[in-house]
């Protein structure tokens, strides 16, 4: 038994290296394997062309029966073409589809045809996108939807309707009309899908200050943590559960560093995933083995969310001085709290991932402040 088991195995391992896989495919293996990574990964702008399906023409037919001379026109309506519909989902977090199908077309309506038989209307195409997607008129930059809430369908082009078929033109004067309509087009543009997620609260620090490790230790969510820069190169967003079954969605987004307006490091167009957010979380490194003490740090943030634009700047704002593991004696956060102003003093909360220590504090905090935002 063991025997032929081995057999079996060594040719089994035969057949594979040798004829199914030789060594020559292997360029072509890595190219499938890096086409396969390349399509999946994320993206949060995608141009697509966008097309509703046409109207099917009206029929021109008359009834011709034994024993029934004359019998009218009995030519039916074309069916309408196919409409498209945006529907939210939660759980997606990219646009990465759209880089491989980037022609949103609706199938047209069918032709009418004879015994007043309407043609097929085309089928709805409804396309699943994450949370947060705005649809764009690429030609002239307007806002034309927006993709809010999960599982509700909103209708981006409506397909166009069929014509008519001959059996509408009958009048006392015209008994057999050849008239029909040929259908009416559906909608074409080209459109710019953009993914802002929807978050209560959006992290922002410098990279390594432990935005991840924050998400990671008060919500569901599983980044990646390192203690290199730019560990985080994609959006995470994570559910905190508070009492009452409510929660808070955090948006966990890569480190910023100087001159990210300017294009240095990623960039800040990141930022765009926390422009919906009700509150701004900074998360500073408050250790004095920090890279750029927090103070230069948080000007660093401010200044840079400054040229960003879009009022991020007017957003609520609370501080998480983080790694407060590492300054025990509070001498790094006192020089902090020395520094920034006193109405601001109030908005810091003395944080550490490892031992947990204020997480309890900072999620009240930011859900009360989420709260207010929302009632105003
Ligand atoms: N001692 C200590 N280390 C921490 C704490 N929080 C995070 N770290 C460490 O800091 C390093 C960076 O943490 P990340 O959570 O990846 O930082 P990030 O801000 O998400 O970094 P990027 O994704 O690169 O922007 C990791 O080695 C973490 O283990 C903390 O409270 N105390
Ligand atoms: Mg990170």
Redo the contacts with the bound molecule.
């Keep these: 038994m063991l025997g032929s088991c081995q057999s079996f195995l060594k040719g089994f391992g035969k057949t594979f290296v040798h004829k199914s896989f030789p060594i020559s495919s292997l360029p072509l293996f890595s190219f499938l394997l890096f086409f396969y990574h390349f399509s999946r990964m994320f993206l949060d702008i995608a141009n697509v062309l966008i097309q509703s399906g046409h109207g099917g023409k009206g029929c021109v037919s008359f009834l011709r029966e034994k024993f029934y001379p004359r019998g009218g026109p009995n030519g039916g309506d074309g069916g309408s073409g196919g409409s498209i519909y945006f529907m939210g989902d939660t759980s997606l977090n990219t646009l990465s589809k759209f880089r491989h199908f980037p022609k949103l077309v609706a199938p047209d309506g069918q032709p009418g045809r004879g015994s007043n038989c309407t043609g097929k209307s085309g089928k709805i195409l409804k396309i699943i996108v994450p949370c947060g997607t705005i649809i764009k008129n690429a030609e002239t930059g307007e806002l034309l939807f927006e993709i809010l809430k999960p599982g509700v369908p909103v209708l981006v082009a409506r397909g166009g309707d069929g014509g008519r078929g001959n059996q509408h033109f009958a009048s006392s004067t015209q008994q057999a009309p050849r008239r029909f309509e040929r259908g009416w087009p559906g909608v074409k543009f080209k459109a710019i899908l953009e993914l802002k997620s929807i978050a209560d609260v959006g992290l922002v620090?410098?990279?390594?200050?432990?935005?991840?490790?924050?998400i990671?230790a008060v919500s569901h969510a599983t980044?990646?943590?390192?203690?290199?820069?730019?560990?985080?190169l994609n959006p995470n967003l994570g559910v905190i559960d508070l009492p009452d079954y409510r929660n808070l969605v955090m948006a966990?987004i890569?480190?910023i560093i100087e001159g990210a307006s300017h294009g240095k490091g990623l960039g800040i167009q990141f930022l765009k995933h926390v422009e919906r957010t009700r509150v701004l979380l900074f998360?500073l490194?408050i250790?004095e083995y920090a890279p750029i003490p927090p103070w230069e740090a948080y000007k660093i943030l401010k200044q840079e969310i400054h040229e960003f634009g879009q009022d991020l700047e007017k957003k609520k704002m609370l501080i998480a001085a983080?790694?407060?593991?590492?300054d025990p004696e509070r001498k790094a956060l006192k020089k902090f709290l020395s520094k920034i102003l006193k109405s601001e003093r109030e908005k810091v909360f003395p944080?550490?991932?490892?031992?947990q220590e204020g997480l309890k504090e900072l999620v009240v905090a930011l859900d009360k402040l989420s709260k207010t935002q929302m009632d105003e």
Excluded: E, H, Q, R
Excluded at 223 to 232: G, I, L, R
Excluded at 322 to 326: E, G, P
């Design positions: 620090g410098l990279p390594n200050a432990g935005k991840s490790s924050l990671k980044p990646k943590v390192a203690d290199y820069a730019f560990t985080t966990d890569p480190g998360v490194d250790s983080n790694k407060m593991d590492i944080i550490s991932t490892v031992t």
